[in-house]
């Protein structure tokens, strides 16, 4: 069990995105430079004075890339490390920054994460892996697994798990970074073609490409890096769990709490505070059902009732628990490597109150989860 | 000669690889019993592990039917993926034959369907594959 030796108060002092969508002429590196460069901006924080940094990323391009980006900026001999823990690769980069500072080791720390995302269904396994015989290694078919189970279960119609796109859609629109920012109706997402019943393309996540950065800071250190204390928010807690044996291996059941519940239990231990007092949320949802059932586990919403709150729009912007309010996954898109630090981005910038159109009605209180093979799921949650 | 997709998921019974069993491993520690290959117990880590042949029937525990298929996929589009539950206590994924799609239903009885599978056409590729179909 995770022993919380949290020490020091962290602050992320600065965040920074390059759009997400398709970017054939831009290298990974050139995605990461950019996202690092608003985020240092954004800080006031040199890189030359940066003490560590973390860089998350899946897909293959080359050795070392975290060092091959930052050399853009100047070589400083300070420790790059890169990681890989699939789609919550970035937010694992964020813990590891986190950890690090609040143990005293380091005064700041860069995390950032980029991916470029080949297109069509993701697979997990390696390309000689007997299961590419099976046919279940394909991630949607996961989802659509649990949609079945989650829509017997609890009586939810197509149109509520299709309402968590249009949502999306909606946020999206008020946001400049989106890979997706046309608006769709019920109808229009029930009405694309089907990926894998009952999960038809529009409530799948694109596979993009993106980038995203964060620099951290420890609170006792803001004046010694010349940091504005005005827009630093502070990190309540970081957790990170990985797969805990669910009693039956392979599981796509309505609820998967095993999944998602002992990170989220760890982090409001941690920051002290319960769901209720949660104002603004990113979840990690790749598809429509994750959304719902990612709410769930994190006890925002009792479990069976997320289609509900969604039908009755309590998860929009307007709404009492406003849900991945940037158009999440299912919008934004999903570089890999990026998402975990874009849902920081997001929650930074609402507490900020610098969210423009889509800003919620002053939040204070923002959680982060993101999920990734492996059953891991990272949460972290931010106030002001 | 018919080659398993995987000898520790499935042991071919017969010459003519239509006939074979799923394997597992039990915990001899807390009795929890795992489908395929297990060093130490996935739920408890203990290291006493021993093969045990799993029942050739179990029920559709969720299902979708697949119509963009991962890279690669050897077998037609579109095609159903089941989730089976086994008495045993694991779940088993994999390919649902056999079956009209409209009389998909959670809970419904099936069994254990072997057939031979190549990839990419190539003859050494051919495995045999466990599948399920309604019973
Ligand atoms: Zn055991």
């Known amino acids: 069990m995770t022993q919380f030796r949290a020490g020091r108060e962290v602050m992320v002092v600065g965040v920074g995105l390059h759009p997400f969508g398709r970017f054939p002429e831009q290298s990974l590196s050139d995605l990461a430079r950019d996202a690092v460069v608003e985020a240092l901006r954004d800080s006031g924080i040199p890189w030359s004075a940066i003490p560590i940094a973390y860089f998350g990323h899946v897909y293959y391009h080359g050795m070392s890339v975290g060092e091959t980006t930052l050399a853009q900026l100047g070589l400083t001999g300070v420790p790059i490390i890169n990681v890989e823990n699939a789609c919550s690769s970035g937010s694992t980069a964020f813990w590891q920054a986190y950890w690090g500072i609040t143990s005293g080791v380091f005064d700041a720390a860069l995390a950032f994460g980029a991916e470029k995302v080949p297109g069509g269904p993701v697979t997990v396994t390696a390309e000689n892996s007997p299961a590419r015989y099976i046919g279940g290694d394909h991630m949607m078919a996961g989802y659509a697994l649990r949609m079945t189970r989650y829509m017997s279960e609890t009586g939810a119609p197509a149109s509520a798990l299709a309402q968590v796109t249009v949502k999306a859609r909606q946020n999206a629109a008020l946001n400049p970074y989106a890979h997706r920012k046309e608006t769709y109706s019920v109808e229009d997402v029930l009405n694309s073609r089907l990926i894998a019943d009952p999960l038809t393309l529009y409530q799948c996540c694109p596979t993009s490409e993106g980038a995203a950065a964060a620099v951290l800071c420890a609170a006792d250190a803001l004046d010694s890096f010349g940091v504005d204390r005005s827009r630093a928010i502070r990190i309540a807690a970081a957790s990170l769990t990985s797969g805990s044996y669910n009693g039956r291996g392979s599981d796509h059941s309505a609820f998967s709490p095993y999944r998602t519940e002992p990170a989220g239990l760890q982090a409001y231990e941690m920051a002290g505070i319960g769901p209720e007092d949660v104002d603004i949320v990113q979840v990690h949802d790749a598809a429509t059902i994750g959304e719902l059932q990612q709410v769930e586990a994190l006890h925002l919403l009792p479990y069976g009732e997320a289609w509900q709150a969604t039908m009755e729009g309590r998860t929009s912007l307007t709404g009492d628990i406003p849900v991945n309010t940037d158009g999440g996954l299912l919008a934004m898109g999903h570089p890999f490597g990026a998402s975990g630090i874009r849902m920081v981005h997001e929650t930074v910038t609402q507490l900020r109150g610098e969210a423009g159109a889509r800003q919620v009605d002053n939040p204070r209180v923002g959680v982060a989860q993101c999920s990734g093979a492996g059953d891991v799921t990272t949460v972290h949650i931010l106030t002001k | ?135």
């Not at chain 2, 979708?64 to 694991?90: D, F």
């Not at chain 2, 799609?101 to 099936?110: F, K, N, Q, R, S």
């Open chain 2, 1 to 135: 000669m018919p080659v398993s997709v995987d000898d520790r998921c499935l042991r071919l019974t017969g010459e003519g690889g239509d006939a074979g069993v799923l394997l597992g491993m039990r915990c001899s520690g807390c009795g929890v019993v795992v489908f395929g290959p297990a060093t130490f117990c996935q739920s408890c880590t203990a290291p006493d592990l021993a093969e045990v042949e799993l029942g050739a029937a179990g029920v559709l525990y969720s299902y979708t039917i697949v119509r963009v298929p991962p890279a690669g996929w050897p077998g037609a589009v579109p095609y159903v993926l089941g989730e089976v539950e086994l008495p045993e206590g694991p779940h088993v994924l994999a390919e649902v034959i056999d079956c009209e799609h409209g009389d998909l239903t959670i809970g419904m009885p099936v069994s254990l369907a072997l057939q031979a599978v190549a990839m990419d056409g190539g003859a050494e590729t051919e495995r045999v594959v466990y599948k399920w179909r309604p019973a």
